[in-house]
Structures are given as C-alpha cells and as structure tokens.
C-alpha cells in the first residue's frame, strides 16, 4: 500500500530530477526579459517546461517503459538508435557532466574568486563521489532525495523567491521588444520552456520512477500508473511554483544590474539581499539541484547499459558512467557541448511526437502505418534542422529551409509531421467507430 506521505515523498523525488542547473537559469532570464509581461510569458514557460514533461513520464507509466517501449511500432533498429542516441546524449556525453561543471561555476567559484583546473578536478571529483554513493541505494532514492534532499531545495529557493518579492532590488522594466505584447511574451516563454529539453528526460527519469515502486512492492500497471499520477501532479505543482519565484526575482532585480544573464541574476540578488549568507543558499540550491539531476541520469544510464549485456551489474555500470562523466567534465564538455546541443534539438521533435502517438495509440488498428510515417517525417525534419545548426547545408538549400514556416522557433516540423500524421491516419483506421463499422459490414 503506498500511502500518501510516500506519494509526496515520490512527488518531491520527481521535482528533484527534473530540477537541473538549466531550470535554475532560464526562469530568471525570462522574467528580466519579459518585464511586465512576466505573466504570459510564465505561462507560456510553464505549458512546455512542465506540462510536456508531465505528460512524458505518464506516457512511461501507461506503457510501462521508456523510449525504447514507446518506439516499439517502429522497425527495431530505429527504436535501438533512437534510445541509444537519448540515453548517450543526455547521459555521459552531456546531461551528466554539466551538472557538475554549472555546480562548480555557480556554486563553488563565486567563494574561490578565480577558476582552476586543480579546483575543477577536486570539485568534480567529490560532486560524483556523492552521485556514486546515491546511486549504489537505488532502493533509498525515495528517501534520500524525496524525504530530505528536494525539502532542503525547496527551502532554499523559497527565500530567494519570497525574499525578491517583499523586498525587490529595482522597479519592474519595460517588456523587451520580442515581448511587447501578450501574445509574443507567451510565445517566448513557450520556447524557452522547450529548449529546457526536460521532455527528454522524462523519458529516463520515469523508468528510475518506475523501478523504485517496483522497489517499494508497486507491480501492477495501473496501481503504477495512478501513484505516478498523483506524485506527477505535485511535482509539477512543485516546479511551477518555483519557476515563478525565480522568474520574480530576474523581473525585480534586473533593472538593479542591467544584465539578463541567469547566474549573474541570481548571484547579484543573493549577495545584495544576504550578502555571504544569501551566496551559500544559492549555492546549496544550485548543489541539491544539479546532485538529484546527475543521480537520476547516472542510474538511467547504468540500467540502460544492464539491458544491453546481462553481464553488467549494477554497481559496474554506475562506476563506469560517473567515470565517464567525471573525465568528460574535466577535459571535453565545452567540444561536446557544440555537437550535443544539435543532437537533442534532433532528439526533442522525436520524443514530443512520441508522447503524443503514446496516448492515442489504442486508436490505431494499424500502428506501424502512423508511427513510421508521422515518425519518418519527424526524424527528416529534425535532422535537416540539426543540420542547419551546424551550418552543414549548402546554401542553395539552406536559404530554401529558412524560409519553412515556424523555422526561427525550431518547430519547422510541426506542419509536415500534422500533415503526415492526417493521412496516415486515415490509412490506419485512427477512428475507433470506422473500425466498428468496418467489422459489422
């Protein structure tokens, strides 16, 4: 029976892992620019930097599997390369390793004064010996993240947050011009929410989920699916309120400094308003968040590559990822980082569209059919836009591809993969009374 101080608990667990160093720093931003057109742009971050992931990690917990399960339509080497290609992207060749990089920067040299290699190494080395030691408690992730990590987070981040709006440091400026109406703010807000690529990781958290109720004695799908339901719910609850406490304190402390950099918001506020004091908040905040995010992507990858070979155990897999991505950390992230950043743009449409066929995919009689033709326009689409950020199309064909519609806000697949999913659909009987008659006639 899992009560509801363990829904909580998961809830907070859930808002932990998805909490990274990113959703520290897109909130702020967003509120310096959009000013007194916080509220539509708020939202607007909050329809795709919440709800998408939401409903991500309820699409794990109906079909009982992350992306390789939701893929299964699709041939099977294309499910392989698509899970390959998530779980490394946003595991030890990216998502991992910046967690402990943005901790070093944020939360540990604003006390050195100056960066180093030697510091950067003792820094990363003890961010994921911490990982390490979360990890090898799978059967504890509940209770060491959800019962005492993400309340000593939420903590932090509400003084921040209260403190910036009984107390803020300047007036609320004007809009900037790409937020001037409600409108464009909400448009901007929805992009930025996008770009926080959680929707990925929804996908490898909510098999971590997933096995720790299976850990707790949760077996069954639809009990699974229901507490996963109720905790989602609190921890979006959770992550919107702070999205818009940190939003608050970029819109009245940015008039004060002049910058819509996120770390330098947060940093000039917290010194300004607790001085050394309000900087070791901050700093534990950026640590707690960024610790729960790495636990959650190490152990996602090492049950990934547990799948792989039956011969990996557990306590292998994990040693090897957080040496992967202690070493990629110290000598490589700033190189991978030009190369990863397109590949989750690529990534993104995928999963998203994804999600969606996952929720409606008891309408489809024939599943192949819609799957890999909405999917095979999809993966074109993103493809040729990847392409496009590294500057790879002959110019000739990327002048055409500029001109796509919705191309400046990288959803120029959003058209080609509605209208491939139309046809498909109707060559794959999406109509539950079609198929009715079909069987009567």
């Not at 109720?213 to 699974?224: C, D, I, M, P």
């Not at 040496?323 to 995928?350: D, E, H, K, N, R």
Request: with cysteine; glycine share 10%.
């Amino acid at each position: 029976m899992f009560k509801t101080k363990d829904t909580f608990a998961l809830g907070f667990m859930i808002f932990a892992l998805f909490f990274g160093a990113g959703n520290l720093i897109f909130p702020p931003e967003l509120g310096a620019l959009a000013g007194s057109q916080f509220l539509p742009a708020i939202l607007g971050f909050i329809v795709t930097g919440v709800g998408l992931p939401l409903l991500g990690l309820l699409a794990v917990a109906s079909i009982g599997g992350g992306i390789k399960t939701l893929a299964a339509p699709l041939p099977r080497f294309v499910g392989a390369a698509l899970t390959f290609a998530l779980y490394v992207a946003i595991g030890p060749f990216f998502g991992i390793p910046r967690t402990s990089v943005v901790t070093y920067e944020l939360g540990v040299v604003p006390f050195l004064g100056a960066p180093s290699q030697m510091t950067l190494v003792i820094s990363s080395s003890l961010f994921f010996l911490a990982t390490l030691y979360l990890v090898l408690r799978p059967g504890k992730l509940l209770e060491i993240i959800g019962r005492f990590i993400t309340p000593l987070l939420l903590i932090a981040l509400a003084a921040l947050s209260i403190s910036s709006i009984i107390s803020p440091l300047s007036s609320v400026a004007s809009p900037n011009e790409a937020y001037e109406t409600t409108g464009q703010a909400f448009i901007q807000g929805f992009l930025q929410g996008y770009l926080t690529l959680d929707a990925l990781g929804a996908l490898v958290f909510g098999v971590v989920v997933l096995h720790t109720l299976k850990s707790r004695g949760v077996h069954e799908r639809k009990a699974q699916f229901k507490v996963v339901t109720r905790a989602g719910i609190i921890a979006a609850t959770a992550l919107t309120l702070v999205y818009v406490g940190l939003g608050m304190i970029g819109r009245n402390t940015f008039a004060a400094i002049g910058k819509v950099d996120g770390p330098a918001l947060l940093q000039h506020y917290a010194n300004t308003a607790f001085g050394s004091i309000g900087l070791a908040v901050l700093g534990l905040a950026i640590l707690l968040a960024c610790l729960t995010t790495s636990v959650g992507l190490v152990t996602a990858f090492a049950e990934y590559m547990m799948t792989i070979s039956n011969r990996v155990s557990l306590k292998a897999a994990s040693v090897f990822t957080t040496a992967l991505g202690l070493t990629v950390s110290i000598v490589g992230l700033q190189t991978l980082l030009s190369i990863a950043v397109p590949v989750l743009m690529f990534l993104y449409p995928i999963v998203i569209v994804l999600i969606a066929l996952t929720f409606i995919r008891h309408l489809f009689r024939r599943k192949s059919v819609v799957y890999q033709s909405t999917l095979g326009v999809t993966i074109f689409f993103s493809f040729c836009s990847a392409l496009n950020q590294l500057s790879l199309f002959p110019g000739n064909l990327k002048t055409f591809y500029q001109s796509l519609p919705l191309v400046d806000q990288s959803l120029e697949w959003l058209f080609p993969t509605l209208i491939a999913f139309g046809i498909s659909s109707w060559f794959g009987h999406v109509s539950s009374a079609s198929i009715t008659q079909k069987r009567a006639s």
